[in-house]
């Protein structure tokens, strides 16, 4: 089967990057084919003529396709053409070629067929399924992992967000480096050397050990940097949780609308694009809900079937914001051909984050305005605590910040105090942190009624009189 490419639709807000990400496309036309196809992990990775393959294993043809669909999405998002898609149904993916030898040949047929220079295959292929794939279709072969890790880097603008896919990188990239062909010889000797001895001693493959030492030593410094910059969130987490604001935490497959949503509740001016992984970098914005008290909202890196493990252990860091998190708006894309099968892959993901299982969720059905209202339902039905919305237009927010209300965690101190005047600091952490339910300013000081959190119950209790008393 044959997938066409889809125009983006025109975006509403949050387009601030867009001219210049899409100045950066690729260039369609450069060659990519290698003359030597062992050098393909020395090249820096550019797609653009792809055929795309994937091993039906189990499940039905709906979810096969839908899977090679997803695929293609990642392959266009990454500034590739895709020219053809195609499927084997097998038991298990063949552990010398992926696909089998015969296919193999036959997918070189196609390749040379459609003019690609590029088969990206719908999982994570081993080096050595690699290597004789390429050496069968004599052009370049990347999998799913690889692919991933490419968008990544592309998006990637903060510092700690371009130390975390590199050392992602890294890690997927050091089984599978390998030499630039035979052209050096085995460091073996003696009986090791078939007999040869003296004189059968090469200079061996004294490049790649090099390679790989400097890769590791690389990994080590990154993970340092990486350590070093999350001090600076961890530090400003632990802020916001000794002054006692409640943290929500967007979480969600990619493209679900995850920061159209955080714009339509905060204003945030998120970058939005109708494509795969658009953001990355994490955004903490302050919101309040409909009766004043305040709380933040993370937006965090979006979700993937198969999300590579690379990449999972590289975000730690950042997906602890997540783990923190006193609620989860788990957006899910409502429009989307199997929305069931998003939330499962978001909960995998979310199940190796330690305590996110224990937090409350909330199931966000976002694009409302584009989904089947047989499908919302279906949803609805299976996810109790749910609310549909759409943050392009705007419905269904007022239910979703109510919502939100409800969830957080209550503040457990109702107060009736007269605050100094020379407190007036106290007050405004009442407005910001907590629930005024009424001010009346005397001569003595400021009437303060409120539902407060602890810390700030204690300085109140320390600085000001109950009213009784007055």
């Not at 409800?406 to 020379?422: A, G, I, K, Q, S």
Request: with cysteine; hydrophobic share 40%; proline share 4%.
């Amino acid at each position: 089967m044959t997938y066409m490419h889809d125009e983006p639709e025109d975006l509403a807000m949050g387009d601030y990057e867009l001219e210049e990400r899409q100045a950066l496309r690729r260039v369609a036309g450069l060659s990519t084919e290698l003359e030597d196809i062992t050098e393909v992990e020395y090249r820096q990775l550019r797609l653009e003529r792809v055929v795309l393959v994937g091993v039906w294993t189990s499940g039905s043809v709906f979810d096969a396709e839908n899977s090679l669909q997803e695929l293609r999405l990642l392959a266009e998002t990454a500034g590739s053409d895709v020219l053809e898609g195609l499927i084997q149904r097998r038991d298990k993916p063949d552990p010398a070629t992926y696909i089998g030898s015969g296919k193999a040949i036959e997918l070189r047929d196609t390749v040379a067929a459609s003019g690609a220079d590029t088969v990206i295959c719908d999982g994570e292929l081993t080096p050595g399924q690699l290597r004789q794939l390429e050496e069968i279709v004599k052009v370049k072969v990347i999998d799913r992992t690889a692919l991933i890790l490419d968008i990544f880097a592309q998006h990637a603008k903060s510092r700690e967000g371009k130390a975390q896919v590199e050392l992602a990188q890294l890690q997927y990239l050091l089984p599978r480096l390998r030499g630039w062909g035979g052209n050096l010889s085995r460091q073996v000797g003696g009986r090791a050397a078939g007999g040869v001895g003296i004189g059968g001693r090469g200079p061996g493959e004294t490049k790649i050990e090099l390679d790989r030492r400097r890769i590791r030593e690389r990994m080590s410094k990154l993970r340092r940097q990486i350590k070093g910059m999350s001090t600076a969130r961890e530090t400003m987490r632990h802020h916001r949780q000794a002054r006692e604001v409640p943290a929500v935490a967007i979480a969600g497959y990619t493209n679900a609308g995850k920061s159209s949503l955080l714009n339509r509740l905060t204003g945030a001016g998120v970058l939005v694009e109708d494509a795969l992984f658009a953001t990355l970098d994490p955004t903490v914005r302050r919101a309040r809900t409909p009766d004043g008290r305040l709380f933040t909202l993370a937006d965090t890196v979006g979700f993937v079937r198969h999300l590579p493990h690379q990449l999972v252990e590289a975000f730690r860091s950042t997906l602890e914001e997540v783990g923190d998190a006193d609620l989860i708006l788990h957006v899910v894309d409502g429009s989307h051909p199997d929305p069931e099968s998003q939330l499962a892959a978001v909960r995998e993901v979310l199940s190796e984050i330690e305590g996110a299982s224990e937090i409350p969720e909330i199931v966000v059905i976002n694009k409302a305005d584009a989904a089947d209202p047989v499908t919302l339902a279906r949803l609805t039905m299976k996810e109790r605590r749910s609310v549909v919305v759409s943050a392009r237009t705007g419905s269904g927010i007022d239910e979703l910040m109510t919502l939100i209300e409800t969830e957080l965690p209550r503040l457990d101190h109702e107060v009736r105090m007269l605050v100094p005047y020379d407190r007036t600091d106290l007050v405004a952490r009442a407005h910001k942190e907590g629930e005024v339910l009424s001010l009346e300013h005397t001569g003595d000081g400021t009437i303060l009624h409120a539902r407060v959190l602890g810390a700030l119950f204690a300085e109140l209790d320390r600085v000001a009189k109950p009213v009784e008393t007055v």
